[in-house]
Nanobody, 123 residues
Framework: QVQLVESGGGLVQIGGSLRLSCAAS????????MGWFRQAPGKEREFVST????????FYADSVKGRFTISREKAKATVYLQMNSLKPEDTAVYYC????????????????WGQGTQVTVSS
């Protein structure tokens, strides 16, 4: 079993920045990818970004390309999401997730999920 703990959410003004962190613990981490998803009120959960654990290949949703950057620190089994130029439409609960199988990295088909951290962008 893998436990995921997110941190770094909060309230930020339009155009501001936040950095989310997600630390994995439990059994020896051997996931294929670790990613971020978000869910806004009244909307479905959606893919934001993911990174393959060994190769470090990164994927982004079109809505965040050029503004968000995902990175990982393998020694700490931690993934980060640097979010810049934040917009009101980025307001959501952000979830970290781990995928143990290849393929479908931008889908919701991940194996472990964190509890989520709230990001609110306001004027």
């Amino acid at each position: 079993q893998v436990q995921l703990v997110e941190s770094g959410g909060g309230l930020v003004q339009i155009g501001g920045s936040l950095r989310l962190s997600c630390a994995a613990s439990g059994r020896t981490f051997s996931g294929v990818a670790m990613g971020w998803f978000r869910q806004a009120p009244g909307k479905e959960r959606e893919f934001v970004s993911t990174i393959t654990w060994n190769g470090g290949t990164k994927f982004y949703a079109d809505s965040v390309k050029g503004r968000f950057t995902i990175s990982r620190e393998k020694a700490k089994a931690t993934v980060y999401l640097q979010m810049n130029s934040l917009k009101p439409e980025d307001t959501a609960v952000y979830y970290c997730a781990v995928k143990n199988s290849p393929g479908g990295l931008t889908t919701l088909n991940y194996d472990y999920w964190g509890q989520g951290t709230q990001v609110t962008v306001s004027s």
